[in-house]
């Protein structure tokens, strides 16, 4: 048994570092560490500078343009980016859809849809949710009939993550309404400018629109873009959602996040004392490291069995459980640290080049929205109730 | 040992009620925090004729005279309706202030116009960390400098009472008007739907007339911010309440997986856990009620510092787990339970933390 | 509103305070303030005391001998008791079997046993839950055979605490095996002396002889030993369970443990300073205490409801749960209080007289054993789980 | 990285299991707890045949010099087990105290026979509170006076290594023959079902020549007892694991309302948060036993106190728990779990409790 990485590992991990000190413009490194709001030109700007590299596919085997990584480099890669300050790799093309693509689609669609991922070129947003299949997606209502060499579709999608940048949608439709709930369902992917597809914003409680419903109606959708077999998007949605949970704890974010937390507590002073050095407020912060400590190592036991082939299973449940309780304590503390200056709402300075008048820096203005935002790290990717109920069932056998 | 209330206390409590149900829907609340304004005057007018705004001013300037227990009432109202007017900081904390601390000609001044609407006062205490506030005595009077922050609807406010320190250590409160020489406000919303300001003050100059009290006030201020503690504690309960009664209603109504949500086990054992909280701190809120104006100091603060850690502790859970338990909805601002997570967020920060009140009780327990 | 005794309940509170000084026999009091183990003896000294004294029915009404006190007065009585250190009132016979008998015995019952209980002439103990039934306690299985003027009982009861004492048990027996689960079931008094009747100890994880088992071969019950009428027990049993929760939160008790708690955490010394003054020791105790704070006056605000015939109603389950979670919080914190002393297991230490080579005082030995007698607070009388349903059940209508 | 274990670690776990499998039942423990000696000479001579006592023994004293890795897996079936006989104390503990400090004369006299399973040596380190042994040098040699506390089978111990302050501050550790006069032992079972002893020492005195290492050996000390508590995480390890093993086969054949317990929702999140207390009380176990050997002592700290706050929290939460699914069955002495209950509670206070190592690694931050 050993913690450490292997020399080569070592070695890739400062070529990232290298990299990164390198490309990562400095205005969006800027932002991530302070917890800023990042536009669509600083998700699309990282895609482009890893692309030139040959890193656009992290998780992409070779023959697509991926890097072919192993699952330890991918994390390597990952978490060392997420510390260094960059982006998250909008997740719905690279992490979503494509692997789908790669595993289900034709030559044709291989061709036409993965490149415009790898390069940055193509947006896309995910079609699961509706408002009425949430936890329970095989209830999902949105129908497609087909017409010819179309597909006519109808209904409503919701939580649309970053839907508004969205050049494609692929979605969960019913082709087959008779059918039992998990049969009948296709997988489509629909251009996002298809008359009849409409973006409404939801606005979060942090006044934030990071999600969309996404309306349809009377879209016609060509019959090429169907992946796989009609009514077998069951089988697609379910390897879709395996593929999503890799990064699933979000190490790398949370050490991030963890040092930001430190520095706060460094500079924040009560009585005339640094807060870090409080012991009630000193216990929590320890707390939550030690927490991710144990995490770390039990994310690199999971991506260890699954290098050997042994599938990682539901013990994923247990990296997104503590993983969004770690993130959801970092950023609630970070609000503690900085006392009353918690309770200004600013937006604007979540935004590059805030210059307002309020003169505290940007640092206390940001863990509210930040806090507030990450409420949803316990609901969405599958309930924290929901990972607890697969690992009673999966792990336990209860 | 008596837990009902009066007549009169019941009959306070049910036009409040009465008067939001009618007057502050949800709607109507989101346009007043969308408004420029973020109060609505009509309101304001509303509340006063209903003699809530003289709750606690003295007989002799008109008021009902109440206490602490009259205003809890009126708060959890206030707390389930998510009002953002400045009653706590005007009508609780100002009035207090001034009837504590003014002389006769002051309350006069200030109290009548206060009780009937015509006046916002606001106590402006917090300060950003490391600063300041100096008051330096000049012929006839003071002048300040320092900075005070979040001072709740300070852009609407008429009058501004400001603490500060003298030379010689004495903390003093000081009527400033916002309007005059060398006062600026820096406007902002605050996360929970409500307004404050900085307040940067330069060389403003305080006639002695306008100072409330003498010699050091601090220990008035305490008194002061407690009654505004416990007041809090009462607007929490009716804010957690709501939570609660959303979280109810919602999970009774979603279904997924063939039945209502609110039929599996580990949700319906959440609730129960939010309902202790809830009631837990229905007990605390009497209890700062009651001890607000205590006259031992330390059997005050501790009673208080013990309210706002389990009214904190509840905040926490209780905003937290209404908001899981609505899954997405429960996260846009298009749900109630949004606004009563940020306005629990809020009310957990306010007149010191669940941290520092638990560290103030624990270092207590050696005293 | 206010909290306050009345002058009238304060004063009642000094008269129990001067009967606790003059009365309570000082090694039942040294034993109870120590966390030591009470013999038979102990508690019925104590009920012989307070019968003297015309206080030996607390709960009871006058016309049956008791002192007909308010349900405040009775609290008051109970926590002064409990702080000041006396042990608690055996409830078998006073508080469960007796409400049973007046509101359903006949005159002749009424007689028969209510008079002994007074006087501490006659202990009792329960014969409800069996093997196969605890929680869901209308699965019982124990058999009553009418058998001309006799029941023939056979059947096995568990956890029936202290009946090694006991003279009288009663039981729950089915006298209709063929009704639903909940008909059928009769409630029987049987005394102890019986052939057929057998206690074997279950030895818990404290080592103590506390609880039993009770089996019962062929008993032969006189029937006007039957309460009420036959299969009509289910309705005498939620009657008593009912009757069993008041003073559930055991306030007075926790009080008592928790000046204990701080009295310890003064004496232990680390570092050169009293525990309590370690900043992390310090606000665990200060948690409890404010949690028991909030629940006392919880508990008058259910009194206070009582007392105007408001029914308690469920509120009973929150003094259940956060009474046990209080109780057992503070016992673990004097555990960690008395560091590694908590590990020596001297059950001798546990009762009067020890005088071993040991030199630790009795106060380092006995938290760990009440700590483990203790876990059994969140599971008997309906466990805290059973009681999250019956919040969410009858309160929350889910 | 690699979690992978090698082949002989992987063997050496599986034999030590087998081993307990066959020789160490439930029914047989409690026999070996009940008895007076409090242990097994049968299974000592079983786990020595093994050569599982000279794990940690250095080959020139015909020891397997294997590490903290191996010591976790062993322990970790020891865990699992409930094993009660002082393996830790004599083949972790005091073994790697004459490994690091013993001179060779000192190793080849205590280490060859402690593998061979013929002599049974301990630490003796923890005091009272307030309690400091002290060691006066007279000619040749040191007298030693005070009083160490729980040290586990001191009555069965051929050998007493006790920790004592000189007058110069130096800490030493000086070999006891328990059987010397002016050695005293009050002899008590543990509440997990071992034994140990008070050592009162009075004008004991140790030869030059049993005096381990040179000045003050503190550090190593802290060394010593390091390796202890990665050995201690892993036997944990096994204990947690068949506590939840042991709560799952419980709640899945235990019927109430119908249907077996383990299928309440409530119940069924419960034991997922014992499983991920379990899983992740593993990777710091893991860690312990990567960090118990590295030379950077405050590197070794953190990771060491790391790992004791998160298996000392599994073993709270899950030794609760896991009585508490058990109902009434769990407080009994008839079923492992109130064994495994026990032992866990010991677990958290040995080496440090969880608040003690929390506060030391709080304390790093600003270090």
Redesign the interface.
């Known amino acids: 048994m050993d913690l450490s990485f292997t020399a080569e590992d070592q070695a890739f991990r400062e070529e990232v570092q290298a990299f990164l000190r390198d490309h990562l413009p400095a205005g969006v490194r800027h932002k991530v560490l302070n917890g800023m709001h990042l536009e669509r030109d600083d998700y699309l700007a990282w895609q482009h500078a890893l692309h030139a590299r040959g890193w656009g596919g992290p998780s992409w085997p070779e023959k697509f343009g991926g890097t072919g990584w192993s699952p330890v480099q991918q994390y390597i890669f990952d978490s060392t980016c997420s510390e260094a300050g960059a982006p998250r790799l909008v997740p719905f093309g690279l992490k979503m859809v494509a692997p789908v693509i790669m595993a289900y689609g034709n030559e044709a669609q291989h061709k036409r849809f993965l490149p415009p991922i790898l390069a940055g070129e193509e947006w896309w947003c995910q079609g699961y949710s509706e408002p009425g299949a949430g936890s329970d997606l095989a209830s999902l209502k949105a129908r497609a009939v087909r017409d010819g060499d179309h597909y006519v579709v109808n209904g409503q999608k919701t939580w649309t993550t970053l839907g508004q940048y969205a050049d494609w949608i692929f979605c969960l439709v019913r082709t087959d309404p008779e059918a039992k709930p998990q049969r009948g369902i296709s997988f489509l992917l629909i251009d996002m400018k298809t008359p009849g597809v409409t973006v409404r914003p939801i606005i979060t409680m942090d006044g934030a629109h990071e999600v969309n419903e996404v309306w349809l109606e009377d879209v016609r959708v060509p019959v090429e873009n169907l992946i796989g077999e009609e009514n077998k998007g069951w089988t697609y949605a379910k390897f879709l959602l395996g593929h999503e949970r890799t990064n699933i704890a979000g190490i790398g974010i949370a050490k991030r996040e963890l040092a930001r937390l430190k520095r706060l507590a460094l500079t924040e002073v009560r009585e005339g004392r640094p807060l870090l050095e409080d012991p009630l407020f000193a216990v929590q912060v320890a707390r939550l490291e030690i927490e991710l400590t144990a995490l770390e190592i039990t994310n690199l036991r999971v991506l260890s069995a699954e290098a050997e082939n042994r599938a990682p299973g539901p013990e994923a449940s247990i990296l997104k459980i503590k993983g969004s309780e770690i993130q959801q304590g970092i950023l609630e503390l970070m609000t503690e640290a900085v006392g009353l200056q918690a309770l200004p709402y600013r937006r604007e300075a979540m935004g590059a080049g805030y210059q307002g008048d309020y003169p505290v820096e940007g640092h206390a203005l940001t863990p509210t929205m930040q806090y507030l935002n990450l409420r949803k790290l316990s609901i969405y990717g599958g309930s924290n109730e929901i990972q607890r109920d697969i690992i009673s069932q999966m792990i336990l056998g209860l | 040992?008596?837990?009902?209330?009066t007549d009169e206390q019941t009959m306070l409590f049910d036009m409040t009620t009465r008067y939001l149900g009618n007057e502050y829907g949800f709607e109507k609340r989101a346009s007043i925090i969308a408004s420029d304004a973020g109060m609505s005057e009509a309101v304001w007018r509303g509340i006063a004729d209903l003699g809530l705004l003289a709750l606690l001013v003295p007989e002799e300037n008109g008021g009902a005279a109440a206490g602490p227990?009259e205003t809890m009432l009126v708060m959890s109202a206030f707390g389930k309706a998510l009002l953002v007017e400045p009653y706590l900081a005007s009508a609780v904390v100002a009035t207090s202030a001034i009837a504590r601390l003014g002389d006769a000609r002051q309350r006069e001044t200030w109290l009548e116009p206060m009780g009937a609407g015509d006046l916002i006062a606001i106590v402006a205490h917090?300060e950003?960390?490391?600063g300041a506030t100096r008051a330096t005595a000049v012929g006839g009077g003071f002048l300040l400098d320092g900075r005070k922050?979040?001072v709740a609807h300070a852009g609407r406010a008429g009058l501004l009472l400001v603490s500060a320190r003298s030379d010689d250590g004495a903390v003093g409160l000081f009527a400033v008007d916002p309007a005059q020489p060398g006062v600026k406000l820096?406007t902002?919303?605050?996360?929970?739907g409500g307004r404050?300001a900085?307040v940067v003050l330069s060389q403003v100059h305080v006639a002695d007339a306008n100072r409330l009290g003498a010699g050091d006030v601090s220990e008035d201020l305490a008194a002061i911010l407690d009654i505004g503690l416990a007041a809090l504690c009462g607007e929490a309960l009716g804010v957690l309440q709501r939570s609660l009664d959303a979280t109810?209603e919602y999970?009774?109504t979603r279904?997924?997986?063939g039945q209502p949500i609110?039929?599996?086990?580990?949700?319906?054992?959440r609730?129960?856990?939010m309902?202790?909280h809830v009631?837990?701190?229905?007990?605390?809120a009497?209890?700062a009620?009651?001890r607000a104006d205590e006259a031992d100091v330390a059997v005050r603060e501790r009673?208080l510092s013990?309210a706002k850690?389990?009214v904190g502790e509840a905040c926490r859970f209780v905003g937290?787990q209404a908001?899981?338990l609505h899954?997405?909805m429960?996260?846009?601002?298009?749900l109630d339970v949004?606004?009563c997570?940020?306005r629990l967020?809020?009310i957990e920060?306010?007149f010191g933390?669940t941290?520092e009140h638990?560290?103030r009780?624990?270092?207590a327990?050696?005293a």
Chains 1, 3 share one sequence.
């Open positions: 040992m008596d837990f009902t209330f227990v917090d950003p960390h490391g922050t979040m820096v902002y919303p605050t996360v929970d404050a900085d109810i999970t009774r279904k997924q997986f609110g039929k599996f086990q580990a949700l319906r054992h609730m129960a856990d309902l202790i009631e837990q701190s229905r007990s605390m009497y209890l009620a009651v009673a013990a850690v389990v937290q908001v899981q899954g997405g429960g996260v846009t601002d298009e949004s606004h997570f940020k967020f809020a920060k306010t933390s941290r638990l560290s009780f624990s270092r327990l050696v």
